[in-house]
């Protein structure tokens, strides 16, 4: 359970004034992916069928998460009066299905499984820090801070339990850093693309190079060198580097200019 509910969020502060246009698309985008945390939910409580601590967890991370789609969707239809939730999250799933009933982890192990959702509430994590510090919109702002930290709450979580498990299976580092680049890769991959396309009109037939490009080119304009910091210390973290400041600050430094790179490639492909 959230250590926060809806009632917490100052709504009547909203201020259609400072909501900037272009974030608007990639808040409709996350509040679809969010509210779909209940098939995140039934594939990890397939893969950890026999472990009734991790279900509980699941359960509990699962009604956080979609708590945050809730409140990203309810701002983004003050933001945008003309969002229609209900259909855009009909028409996410329509197109977007995770694989349920299955008994292992698509990673090969439930380490590995837990290492890449350390990857995950990595990403989440840096993108809803970055999107709290780059809205000047205040309500957006409160919902942004305190969804980052149940994000940083959830990476904790799967690590310790990650601990746990890579205490009885050898899963030895390269095999860790091969499933977070993995995940990593995958953040380009449908999910957010068809989310994207999903929440925000769909007419046009789905595209994901130009989906993926204008939800990419979106949220990581929101990023800084400081957050990019913490996210490189958390990924190592994950994998079982030993970070130093004299590591993570040039290690955030290079990943910057290359999301700088990846920003312009984006660029070219979105719409
Ligand atoms: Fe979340
Ligand atoms: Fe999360």
Redesign the pocket.
């Given at each position: 359970m959230a250590g926060w509910t809806l009632a917490d969020i100052p709504w009547d502060d909203f201020d259609p004034a400072r909501v900037d246009p272009d974030i608007v698309p990639i808040v409709k985008a996350a509040s679809l992916v969010?509210y779909n945390?209940e098939d995140y939910r039934d594939y990890l409580k397939g893969v950890f069928h026999d472990d009734p601590r991790m279900k509980a967890a699941v359960d509990g991370?699962a009604e956080?998460?979609v708590q945050?789609g809730v409140a990203l969707g309810r701002w983004a239809k003050m933001a945008d009066p003309e969002f229609d939730f209900e259909s855009s999250f009909a028409r996410f799933r329509e197109g977007f299905r995770l694989p349920l009933g299955v008994s292992d982890s698509v990673r090969g192990s439930r380490s590995g499984e837990l290492v890449a959702r350390c990857m995950?509430?990595t990403g989440?994590?840096t993108y809803y820090s970055a999107l709290a510090q780059a809205t000047d919109e205040p309500v957006l702002k409160e919902i942004c801070r305190r969804?980052a930290a149940?994000?940083f709450?959830?990476?904790c979580l799967f690590h310790t339990h990650m601990k746990r498990y890579l205490d009885r299976e050898e899963l030895g580092f390269w095999s860790r850093f091969r499933v977070a680049l993995s995940r990593i890769g995958e953040t380009e991959d449908d999910e957010l693309a068809y989310a994207y396309y999903a929440a925000n009109g769909g007419e046009r037939p789905y595209d994901r190079r130009g989906n993926s490009g204008a939800y990419g080119n979106r949220a990581l304009s929101c990023c800084t060198p400081g957050i990019l910091e913490r996210s490189v210390d958390m990924v190592c973290h994950a994998v079982g580097i030993k970070t130093r400041r004299w590591i993570s600050k040039p290690a955030a430094a290079v990943f910057w200019v290359l999301l700088k790179f990846r920003m312009s490639m984006l660029a070219r492909g979105a719409h």
């Open positions: 969010e945390a991370w956080e998460e945050h995950v509430e989440t994590n969804i149940d994000e709450a959830h990476y």
